[in-house]
Nanobody, 123 residues
Framework: QLQLVESGGGLVQPGGSLRLSCVAS????????IGWFRQAPGKERERVSC???????KYADSVEGRFTISRDSAKNTVFLQMSSLKPEDTAIYYC?????????????????WGWGTPVTVSS
């Protein structure tokens, strides 16, 4: 029943910024761990960030200090603000809702996924 739709991706130059949105319908993001993942061709899917149901936030080392995850409960939306973008950030970015409220879970616990939004960082 839950549907997640990502938006905000695009082409940006190195050092630029993008704000990704993940809007939920048919269900709520409130109370669940919500993760942002990315996958580039030939590489494994990587968890970029996660916000738990209680607001605990985690970041991958590769994006720490550059990305910010946040949630607007009233809009049933989770955001990923990306700054100081690097070419290695190029990937399709997905949001997903976990079965649990904690971010201390594996990717297998994220059962509901959007279709992704592409981000390309290139000059």
């Amino acid at each position: 029943q839950l549907q997640l739709v990502e938006s905000g991706g695009g082409l940006v130059q190195p050092g630029g910024s993008l704000r990704l949105s993940c809007v939920a319908s048919g269900g709520t993001l409130v109370g669940y761990a919500i993760g942002w993942f990315r996958q580039a061709p030939g590489k494994e899917r990587e968890r970029v960030s996660c916000i738990s149901g209680s607001g605990v936030i985690k970041y991958a080392d590769s994006v720490e200090g550059r990305f910010t995850i946040s949630r607007d409960s009233a809009k049933n939306t989770v955001f990923l603000q990306m700054s100081s973008l690097k070419p290695e950030d190029t990937a399709i970015y997905y949001c997903a809702r976990a079965t649990y409220s904690t971010c201390a879970v594996t990717v297998k616990s994220f059962g509901a996924w959007g279709w992704g939004t592409p981000v390309t960082v290139s000059s």
